[in-house]
């Protein structure tokens, strides 16, 4: 297992950063890298044509690596919302069939499939509150013969409760629904292969437990739906697009597998070297690896919140990198202002308290939370 990395951030020392759910931290490094990125901008005859494609080209290998997928199977997003409209422009959803979606998923995998279902006269499901927090039996419960869609995660993302992915992939499968992730609260962090859930569309938003940019993701699309349609029609998602001399000889083909869906301007040349740094250092420590080590924390947090008599998911029920503490009635009004006071950083997300330990975490900026809560609660 690893220790902790916090020699590689620039957390200081009065600072209790448990937030990588809302926004994880670059690291020094690729902090570096970005400074070098901007400046070249001053001197843009520095920049090589060949950086048009080399950038993406490696971003495409490393996510690619994180995933077990073919990097011709990547294509990068601004956003979730993009990859997510990328996925509903594809999908062929009928009158009368149903998307299944959960209950206070996060709205980018959400909004969509409302305006979907509309357009088509299809409905969405929405999977409620499993009073067991089995999430896992509740999706695999809703989806049937009449579902054209499943549109989940690996976690929800207020409380860190798990879903099993290779279950729901596998009986999303069995009735011929289409099944699309966002997997912004665990990619990177909890060990996830296209190979073992066979996923149709993945996106995941790179700013936060991937340690990269803002307005930076990454989209699997599996090769069985790359001749599909792209939200934009860059230029570069076409034939031939490196050769700048010809770009006017307009092309009808597409560049092969999941080029088409790439974003305009793909190559953002700040971006994309701090995210390959950031997804460098992920894939060099290993996802198995941290893994373990948030679930060495959250465990901690499981352990003290339950002697306190608070309300977790349960150990097997719940992700290793996020946990949320339940309050039946809403979180007390006191809690906020007695973290912030003591410059701890969780988030409020509905009845609980969400807590999110990254790689620069130890058991230390746990206990200094819970002596708040001791005081407080
Ligand atoms: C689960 C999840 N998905 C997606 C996002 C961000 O979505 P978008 O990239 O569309 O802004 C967030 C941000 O909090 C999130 O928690």
């Keep these: 297992m690893i220790k902790c990395q916090k020699e590689l951030f620039e957390i200081p020392d009065g600072i209790t950063y448990l937030n990588a759910a809302y926004m994880g931290p670059l690291t020094k490094r690729a902090a570096e890298i970005g400074k070098v990125a901007v400046e070249q ?12 494609f080399d950038l993406p080209g490696r971003v495409y290998n490393l996510s690619a690596k994180l995933i077990g997928a073919e990097p011709s199977d990547m294509a990068i997003v601004p956003s979730v919302s993009y990859g997510i409209a990328i996925a509903a422009k594809n999908i062929p959803v009928l009158a ?24 088509k006269g299809a409905t969405v499901e929405t999977v409620s509150w499993p009073s067991d927090d089995d999430w896992t039996r509740a999706i ?32 999303a499968r069995s009735v011929g629904a289409s099944l699309v992730l966002d997997l912004t609260q665990t ?15 993945m996106v995941v938003g790179a ?15 599996a090769e069985r739906n790359h001749g599909g349609k792209p939200i934009e029609e860059s230029w570069m998602t076409r034939k031939d697009a490196d050769d700048f001399t010809r770009l006017v ?12 869906f790439d974003m305009g301007e793909k190559s953002n040349f700040i971006h994309a070297p701090i995210a390959a740094e950031a997804l460098s250092l992920i894939l060099s420590l290993g996802v198995e690896n941290i893994a373990a080590y948030l679930k060495t924390l959250t465990d901690h947090i499981a352990t003290r919140a339950r002697k306190m008599g ?25 809690i906020s202002s007695a973290l912030e006071a003591k410059k701890i950083h969780v988030s409020i997300r509905g009845d609980s308290i969400r807590i999110a330990p990254h790689i620069y975490n130890d058991f230390d ?9 001791e005081r407080e609660l």
Excluded: C
């Design 41 to 52: 901008k001053l001197t843009p005859w520095n920049i090589p044509v060949s950086e048009f």
């Design 96 to 119: 009368g069939q149903k998307i299944v979606v959960m209950a206070d998923q996060f709205p980018s995998n959400v909004y969509p499939w409302k305006e979907l279902a509309e357009e």
């Design 140 to 171: 695999v419960e809703a989806i049937d013969d009449n579902t054209a869609v499943v549109a989940t995660a690996n976690a929800h993302w207020t409380n860190g409760s798990f879903i099993d992915l290779v279950a729901v992939g596998k009986k």
């Design 187 to 201: 990619l990177g962090v909890v060990p996830f292969s296209v190979k073992d859930v066979d996923p149709d569309y």
């Design 207 to 221: 700013y936060k437990w991937l340690l990269g940019p803002y307005s930076y993701g990454f989209m699997y699309v």
């Design 249 to 260: 000889d307009y092309k009808e083909a597409y560049e092969s597998g999941a080029r088409r």
């Design 310 to 334: 608070l309300n977790v998911v349960d150990e097997g029920k719940r992700v290793p990198n996020l946990i949320g503490i339940n309050f039946a009635g809403g979180v007390p009004e006191n």
């Design 365 to 373: 900026d746990i206990d200094r939370m819970f002596e708040v809560f």
